[in-house]
Structures are given as C-alpha cells and as structure tokens.
C-alpha cells in the first residue's frame, strides 16, 4: 500500500524533478532577466538562463514520453499501475518545475538574497508546488485521477529528500556550485 504510494508519487513526480537538474548541467548563456535589476537588485539573476530553462524543460517531457514506453513492462513488475503521461501533462509538470524554481529566485532576490544563497523550504518545494498547481490547471482530469491525496502526502515527504540528496550529490561530482 505504502509501497505503490511511494512507486506512483516518484513515477508521476520524475518529469518534475530531472527538469532542474537537467537546467544545471545545460546552464549557461543569457539570463532571462537580461541584466535588468528592480529595487536595486537583479530581477533573476545570472543563475536563470534561456538555454538551461529551455533543455531542462524539454528534457522533462521527453523524459515523460519514455516513461510512458515502459509503462507496462514496469508496472507489471512492480505490480502497480503506475500513471502515463498525456502530453500536455507532461509539459505542465516539466516547465511547471522550471517556473517554480524561476519564481524562488524573484523571491530570493526581493528578500535580498544574492544568486546561489539557499533559502531552505522554498529551495526544497518551489518547483514542485508550481509543478503541480500547473498540472492541476492543465490537465485537471489527469491531475485528480494521478495525484489522490495519498499520493501528495507522499510527494511532499520524498520530494526535499530526494531534492537534498541530488544537490550534494551534483556538489561532490562538482556540477553544482553549491550544496543546495
Ligand atoms: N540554471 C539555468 N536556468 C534555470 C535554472 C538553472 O541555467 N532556469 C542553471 C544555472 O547555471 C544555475 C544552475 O543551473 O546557476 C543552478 O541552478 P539554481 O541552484 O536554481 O540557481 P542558482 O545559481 O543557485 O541561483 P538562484 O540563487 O537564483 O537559485
Ligand atoms: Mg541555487
């Protein structure tokens, strides 16, 4: 029970979470804020580019599209019916995790946070609030048949984890600058 909670809530979540760390490894180029500044401070930052939204974006949906591929021989192996992807549920949560972590850094910034600088809580669920509430929005049927609320409950407990342990991890092997 436990179990097909934990398989479901990680199937359904992955388009969310490789997004973001697909946009570290494409990093790179020009910032979506242009260089602009408000109040003072950079709008984004340097840390929020064109190219490493665009790939990780895409990269969540295709990441999506092989899911569904394996859908079958995985579900039955693991016995539980993990969810498919329709494709605009898929482009929901891939850009939708990208909008949220872009949001973080408006927020960081306003509090006067300069790039890089963790803000523990929001660096952790920004993405996959922004994720879902996009879902939700787009694909509501999909949403509400995917996320019962066993499975969000789930969700919120795997995801800072998972999202900890990926950053120090893309920190030791030196892809990341910092920890979080
Ligand atoms: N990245 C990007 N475009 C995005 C998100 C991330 O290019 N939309 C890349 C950038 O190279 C960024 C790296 O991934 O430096 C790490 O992402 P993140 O930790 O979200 O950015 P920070 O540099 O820490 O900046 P911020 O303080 O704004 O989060
Ligand atoms: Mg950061």
New binding site residues.
Partial sequence: MVGSLVATAFWAMLPAYVP?NA??LA??GRPIDGGRTWGGRRVL?D???W???AV?TLIGVLLAVGLNAINDPVSTALGVTLPTFPLHAAVALAFGA?LG??LA?FI?RRSGRE???SFPGLDQLDFVVVSLLLAFVVATDWFLATFTPGVLAVILIITPILHVGTNIIAYKIGV?N?PW
């Fill in positions: 973001n946009a570290v990093g790179g930052g840390g929020k580019t190219r490493g939204t990780g990208m972590d872009i850094s960081k790039r890089g600088a990341k910092e």
